[in-house]
């Protein structure tokens, strides 16, 4: 158990209001205080003066495709890479090989994190067995072993009734269910957003329907189970709108928005580039205007990044043939101060709420927060260095990223976990 | 965008600047004349490939007539006898042909922006002869010298393309080109295969499910395949389509009285349209099949020398 005293910071914690310059004073893995002139004899410091000084980062939709796809990602690459872009918790989905569809896997994971990773690993369980969307998984004993949520992501279940089962289960042990809201038969032989860019580029649309009528059935399995419910990767106006609406009734419902879908648009695909390849597609612009609009107005509880390693023998191909998604961990922080708060869309308060207190609640973990007796995990940032992102100097084991070679104001500059220093930038 | 061919390839009528159109059509006028069909030896010594990864006759027969009319080296490759079938990847295949130094690659590909992912991976020049569900600008530069062989400009032209629009790579390439000189086009086919977002490919689309409609006051009336293999679900019942969307003798009365029938092939009669309009006076089916080496041999000659 490490001690570190964070000094002279602008010290943000949603959780508590607290925002204002300060010390942060870790001792022994936990946070001991917060204030000024603090009695940290012996306590190694770190001179945050003119940075951000939040509580650790939480990124609660990645995928470390280990077990079984380690060509593309490790439990320990991706926690790097978590590391590196200033996030101290992970959330990796059962989409591994085997699916974590059992308490082996789950174990597994947890233990290999243990061993292996710098950050803290939460994994999710799968909703069904094989995530094939007809059995229930082992929830309960998956969730003795550590799953935090379940969900079968990007394969998402088509029958209602086992949805609403699978929310019942989840509502007694008090673990939200996670939706990758997708009908699979509205996106079949869809590779992008369907508007007017894939009928100009002859490429197979997925309509934002395909996501809407998950996110309505899904609203009203919630109100009918009582289920904590979560939309992953929200990414169209009209889902945003219908989560606003069920708050509103006041189900409990969250919902998470990646940076890809609020930085950028289907505009970009006309290079047939598929770095720009994922699910749910780059949307159009009303739908990433509504987005912000959504982040802004409290609507949405957390940036995820989806980050979706892929080995570039999988994306050097035909658009259509590629795999779907990218990786995220280390550009999420910049294109969050990118797009939201330097264009004055949101507070850098509200940014460091949608990284720490909102998955945090959303998952129920005991982390987002610098209140004393906390575990001491913190993330620092800046708002001024200038950098650029080059996708070979990546932590990841891939390089499927579109924004390599973009320029970023602000960044990451120290990850610590439990008290120690786990990633520094230079 | 906008941009010409020389050195660079063909890969889309989308960027083309009409300039760059106006100059491949009027050189191709020059090789469709007795003249200009002689052996020519303007691009002696160069070598190019053909390389198919979907079936074609025509389009490669064309492309490898207008390269030998050139006195260009041709080498003509189909993905079911080449290394795709061992499981090597497009790109990989494309650098391996690359390390040969041809010239330019002739390419046909059933995924759209193939050609132009590989764009950005090689140096070579990449011509385009149809990807997937995307484009098929020789196709679209051909249409229109074959139109202008019978009416004297696109400006101001009706001309309604009729049949399964949503997964045509005629249709869009020909939309680009005949928007950028002025025509007005209507596209006319089942809703299913008529993404109403077809509207805002370019200025002066119009879309219409009523086949009627669409052929009244045409100049030209453009069929296409029905391309059963690119769909998810019949868009209709089976034998509703010739009957709602199949050109026969009697809609002729509805189009301009010197109206032209054109069709990129190949035809299925009985389907898209009736063999009595497939063989009447009307239709220019086989000169858009001759002016397809015309045009072709004005590609590559702009393209290579």
Same mark, same amino acid.
């Given at each position: 158990? *490490?001690?570190?005293?964070?000094?002279?910071?602008?010290?943000?914690?949603?959780?508590?209001?607290?925002?204002?310059?300060?010390?942060?004073?870790?001792?022994?893995?936990?946070?001991?205080?917060?204030?000024?002139?603090?009695?940290?004899?012996?306590?190694?410091?770190?001179?945050?003066?003119?940075?951000?000084?939040?509580?650790?980062?939480?990124?609660?939709?990645?995928?470390?495709?280990?077990?079984?796809?380690?060509?593309?990602?490790?439990?320990?690459?991706?926690?790097?890479?978590?590391?590196?872009?200033?996030?101290?918790?992970?959330?990796?989905?059962?989409?591994?090989?085997?699916?974590?569809?059992?308490?082996?896997?789950?174990?597994?994971?947890?233990?290999? $994190?243990?061993? !292996?990773?710098?950050?803290?690993?939460?994994?999710?369980? =799968?909703?069904?067995?094989?995530?094939?969307?007809?059995?229930?998984?082992?929830?309960?004993?998956?969730?003795?072993?550590?799953? !935090?949520?379940?969900?079968?992501?990007?394969?998402?279940?088509?029958?209602?009734?086992?949805?609403?089962?699978?929310?019942?289960?989840?509502?007694?042990?008090?673990?939200?269910?996670?939706?990758?809201?997708?009908?699979?038969?509205?996106?079949?032989?869809?590779?992008?957003?369907?508007?007017?860019?894939?009928?100009?580029?002859?490429?197979?649309?997925?309509?934002?329907?395909?996501?809407?009528?998950? !996110?309505?059935?899904?609203?009203?399995?919630?109100?009918?189970?009582?289920?904590?419910?979560?939309?992953?990767?929200?990414?169209?106006?009209?889902? =945003?709108?219908?989560?606003?609406?069920?708050?509103?009734?006041?189900?409990?419902?969250?919902?998470?928005?990646?940076?890809?879908?609020?930085?950028?648009?289907?505009?970009?695909?006309?290079?047939?580039?598929?770095?720009?390849?994922?699910?749910?597609?780059?949307?159009?612009?009303?739908?990433?205007?509504?987005?912000?609009?959504?982040?802004?107005?409290?609507?949405?509880?957390?940036?995820?990044?989806?980050?979706?390693?892929?080995?570039?023998?999988?994306?050097?191909?035909?658009?259509?043939?590629?795999?779907?998604?990218?990786?995220?961990?280390?550009?999420?922080?910049?294109?969050?101060?990118?797009?939201?708060?330097?264009?004055?869309?949101?507070?850098?308060?509200?940014?460091?709420?949608?990284?720490?207190?909102?998955?945090?609640?959303?998952?129920?973990?005991?982390?987002?927060?610098?209140?004393?007796? $906390?575990?001491?995990?913190?993330?620092?940032?800046?708002?001024?260095?200038?950098?650029?992102?080059?996708?070979?100097?990546?932590?990841?084991?891939?390089?499927?990223?579109?924004?390599?070679?973009?320029?970023?104001?602000?960044?990451?500059?120290?990850?610590?976990?439990?008290?120690?220093?786990?990633? *520094?930038?230079? | 965008?906008?941009?010409?061919?020389?050195?660079?390839?063909?890969?889309?009528?989308?960027?083309?600047?009409?300039?760059?159109?106006?100059?491949?059509?009027?050189?191709?006028?020059?090789?469709?004349?007795?003249?200009?069909?002689?052996?020519?030896?303007?691009?002696?010594?160069?070598?190019?490939?053909?390389?198919?990864?979907?079936?074609?006759?025509?389009?490669?027969?064309?492309?490898?007539?207008?390269? *030998?009319?050139?006195?260009?080296?041709?080498?003509?490759?189909?993905?079911?006898?080449?290394? $795709?079938?061992?499981?090597?990847?497009?790109?990989?295949?494309?650098?391996?042909?690359?390390?040969?130094?041809?010239?330019?690659?002739?390419?046909?590909?059933?995924?759209?922006?193939?050609?132009?992912?590989? $764009?950005?991976?090689?140096?070579?020049?990449?011509?385009?002869?149809?990807?997937?569900?995307?484009?098929?600008?020789?196709?679209?530069?051909?249409?229109?010298?074959?139109?202008?062989?019978?009416?004297?400009?696109?400006?101001?032209?009706?001309?309604?393309?009729?049949?399964?629009?949503?997964?045509?790579?005629?249709?869009?390439?020909? !939309?680009?080109?005949?928007?950028?000189?002025?025509?007005?086009?209507?596209?006319?086919?089942?809703?299913?295969?008529?993404?109403?977002?077809?509207?805002?490919?370019?200025?002066?689309?119009?879309?219409?499910?009523?086949?009627?409609?669409?052929?009244?006051?045409?100049?030209?009336?453009?069929?296409?395949?029905?391309?059963?293999?690119?769909?998810?679900?019949?868009?209709?019942?089976?034998?509703?389509?010739?009957?709602?969307?199949?050109?026969?003798?009697?809609?002729?009365?509805?189009?301009?009285?010197?109206?032209?029938?054109?069709?990129?092939?190949?035809?299925?009669?009985?389907?898209?349209?009736?063999?009595?309009?497939?063989?009447?006076?009307?239709?220019?089916?086989?000169?858009?099949?001759?002016?397809?080496?015309?045009?072709?041999?004005?590609?590559?000659?702009?393209?290579?020398?």
């Amino acid at each position: 158990m *490490k001690s570190i005293l964070i000094a002279g910071g602008r010290v943000i914690d949603p959780a508590s209001g607290t925002d204002r310059i300060a010390d942060v004073l870790i001792r022994d893995g936990r946070v001991e205080a917060i204030g000024l002139d603090l009695p940290a004899g012996g306590v190694n410091r770190f001179d945050a003066r003119g940075m951000i000084v939040g509580p650790g980062f939480i990124d609660m939709h990645v995928h470390l495709r280990e077990p079984g796809a380690e060509h593309a990602e490790t439990i320990e690459t991706g926690a790097k890479a978590a590391a590196a872009g200033g996030f101290t918790s992970i959330c990796p989905m059962p989409n591994t090989i085997p699916v974590n569809d059992s308490a082996l896997v789950t174990s597994y994971i947890v233990q290999r $994190a243990r061993a !292996v990773a710098k950050v803290n690993v939460f994994p999710i369980g =799968a909703i069904t067995k094989g995530s094939l969307g007809e059995e229930l998984a082992a929830i309960g004993s998956m969730h003795a072993s550590g799953i !935090v949520a379940i969900s079968d992501d990007g394969r998402p279940v088509m029958n209602s009734r086992v949805m609403r089962r699978a929310m019942e289960a989840a509502r007694e042990l008090n673990i939200p269910v996670i939706d990758h809201c997708e009908d699979l038969n509205l996106s079949a032989g869809g590779d992008m957003h369907e508007g007017s860019q894939s009928v100009r580029l002859g490429l197979g649309g997925i309509p934002s329907a395909a996501e809407d009528v998950m !996110v309505a059935r899904d609203l009203l399995l919630a109100e009918q189970t009582g289920a904590r419910y979560h939309v992953a990767h929200l990414s169209t106006s009209r889902s =945003a709108a219908m989560v606003a609406f069920a708050k509103s009734r006041g189900l409990k419902v969250t919902c998470e928005v990646t940076p890809h879908h609020f930085a950028i648009t289907d505009a970009e695909l006309g290079t047939y580039d598929s770095n720009y390849k994922m699910k749910p597609p780059l949307r159009a612009s009303e739908d990433r205007e509504a987005l912000i609009e959504a982040i802004a107005n409290g609507t949405i509880d957390a940036i995820a990044t989806d980050h979706a390693p892929h080995p570039g023998s999988e994306k050097m191909q035909e658009f259509e043939r590629c795999p779907f998604g990218i990786t995220g961990l280390e550009t999420a922080i910049g294109l969050t101060l990118a797009e939201l708060v330097h264009k004055q869309r949101i507070t850098v308060a509200r940014m460091v709420e949608l990284f720490t207190t909102g998955p945090a609640g959303v998952l129920s973990l005991d982390r987002g927060t610098l209140k004393p007796g $906390a575990v001491g995990d913190v993330t620092i940032f800046d708002l001024t260095t200038e950098w650029t992102f080059d996708v070979q100097q990546s932590c990841s084991r891939s390089r499927n990223s579109p924004f390599h070679g973009r320029r970023f104001t602000g960044g990451p500059v120290a990850t610590i976990v439990a008290g120690e220093i786990v990633w *520094k930038g230079d | 965008m906008a941009a010409g061919v020389r050195g660079r390839g063909l890969l889309d009528i989308e960027s083309l600047d009409r300039t760059e159109i106006e100059a491949i059509l009027e050189r191709a006028r020059y090789f469709q004349l007795s003249e200009g069909i002689k052996r020519s030896e303007v691009l002696r010594g160069k070598m190019i490939v053909n390389l198919f990864y979907e079936a074609s006759t025509r389009t490669r027969v064309s492309f490898e007539i207008a390269a *030998k009319r050139l006195s260009a080296e041709t080498i003509s490759i189909t993905a079911q006898g080449s290394s $795709a079938s061992k499981g090597e990847s497009l790109v990989d295949t494309l650098n391996t042909l690359g390390a040969m130094r041809p010239n330019a690659i002739v390419m046909r590909h059933s995924a759209s922006g193939a050609p132009h992912f590989l $764009a950005r991976n090689l140096q070579i020049p990449i011509i385009n002869a149809g990807d997937g569900t995307h484009e098929h600008p020789t196709q679209a530069l051909l249409d229109a010298l074959t139109i202008l062989d019978r009416l004297p400009a696109l400006e101001g032209l009706r001309v309604a393309i009729i049949g399964d629009i949503a997964h045509s790579r005629v249709a869009r390439s020909n !939309v680009h080109l005949l928007s950028r000189f002025g025509a007005s086009i209507v596209l006319c086919g089942p809703p299913s295969l008529l993404p109403r977002e077809l509207a805002q490919l370019a200025p002066g689309v119009e879309l219409t499910c009523d086949m009627r409609h669409a052929l009244r006051s045409a100049d030209v009336i453009m069929m296409l395949r029905v391309q059963l293999e690119r769909q998810h679900e019949a868009p209709m019942a089976a034998g509703e389509y010739f009957r709602f969307f199949g050109l026969r003798q009697e809609h002729m009365e509805l189009a301009k009285p010197d109206a032209i029938v054109m069709h990129p092939g190949p035809i299925n009669r009985g389907r898209e349209l009736s063999s009595e309009v497939a063989d009447s006076q009307r239709s220019v089916i086989l000169n858009q099949v001759e002016n397809g080496i015309a045009v072709r041999m004005a590609v590559l000659e702009r393209i290579l020398s």
